[in-house]
């Protein structure tokens, strides 16, 4: 028998707010419903979209995600695996070769 996969609860960091005032309105559904649907089990595991940091980046994440049309938002979160949570520490907009993150570009 296969055991069942535990859920991860999602937080999200208070900086994410103010991340958030940046991206239309109208894409929040979707951010939410993606991040759920992505990180809630195996939060930890690579796929093609979701990657290890390679150093520790922006805000201390340890993983990457990129998600929407054409991989337009990348979130950036930790897994605290003794409370079986993802800490999403940042949510930003990919605009050509551009990262902003709450109206600011960033490095990546």
């Known amino acids: ?55 520790p980046a922006i805000f201390g994440a340890r993983w990457e995600i990129r998600f929407g049309p054409d991989n337009r938002f990348w979130a950036f979160y930790r897994v605290d695996y003794d409370q079986h949570q993802v800490v999403l520490l940042a949510i930003g907009e990919k605009i050509g070769n551009r990262l902003l993150i709450g109206g600011k570009e960033v490095e990546i």
């Open 1 to 55: 028998m296969i055991a069942p996969r535990k859920r991860f609860d999602l937080l999200y960091a208070p900086a994410v707010k103010q991340h958030l005032k940046s991206i239309e309105p109208r894409y929040f559904s979707h951010i939410r419903e993606a991040l759920q649907e992505q990180l809630q089990f195996q939060p930890d595991i690579e796929t093609r979209n979701r990657k290890p940091l390679r150093r």
